[in-house]
Nanobody
Framework: QVQLVESGGGLVQAGGSLRLSCAVSGRTFSSSNMGWFRQAPGKEREFVAAISWGHATTYVDSVKGRFTISRDNGKSTVYLQMNNLKPEDTATYYC?????????????????WGQGTQVTVSS
C-alpha cells in the first residue's frame, strides 16, 4: 500500500529555516512526480513546489528563491528546504505523489498524499 510520511515541521522564528522530508513506500519512487502543498486554516490547499520524475522543478512565486525541492531516489525521499521563512508560510504541509509526466501543480494530478506536518513561523 502506498504510504507517504512527512517529517521535519516545527516552530521557527521569521527568517529561520526548516527542512521537510517525505518518505515514500509502496510505489516506484523514481518514476513518480512529487509535490509539496500547504493549507492554512480557512484557506484552500495551495501548491508550493514540485519535482518531476525527470528532476524538473516548479515553485509557486511566493517561495521562489527561498524554498528548494529535491529528491533522493535511492532513499525514496523528497525534501523541501525552506529558508527565510515568513509568518505567511505557516500551514500544514503535505507531500504528494503522482505518475510520471510533466511537472504537476494541481492537487488533482496526484494520487497519494501524506497526512501532513505542521509548520509555524512566528513574527
Amino acid at each position: 500500500q502506498v504510504q507517504l510520511v512527512e517529517s521535519g515541521g516545527g516552530l521557527v522564528q521569521a527568517g529561520g529555516s526548516l527542512r521537510l522530508s517525505c518518505a515514500v513506500s509502496g510505489r516506484t519512487f523514481s518514476s513518480s512526480n512529487m509535490g509539496w502543498f500547504r493549507q492554512a486554516p480557512g484557506k484552500e490547499r495551495e501548491f508550493v513546489a514540485a519535482i518531476s520524475w525527470g528532476h524538473a522543478t516548479t515553485y509557486v512565486d511566493s517561495v521562489k528563491g527561498r524554498f528548494t525541492i529535491s529528491r533522493d531516489n535511492g532513499k525514496s525521499t523528497v525534501y523541501l528546504q525552506m529558508n527565510n521563512l515568513k509568518p505567511e508560510d505557516t500551514a500544514t504541509y503535505y507531500c504528494a505523489a503522482g505518475g510520471p509526466g510533466p511537472t504537476k501543480t494541481s492537487p488533482r494530478q496526484y494520487d497519494s498524499w501524506g497526512q501532513g506536518t505542521q509548520v509555524t513561523v512566528s513574527s
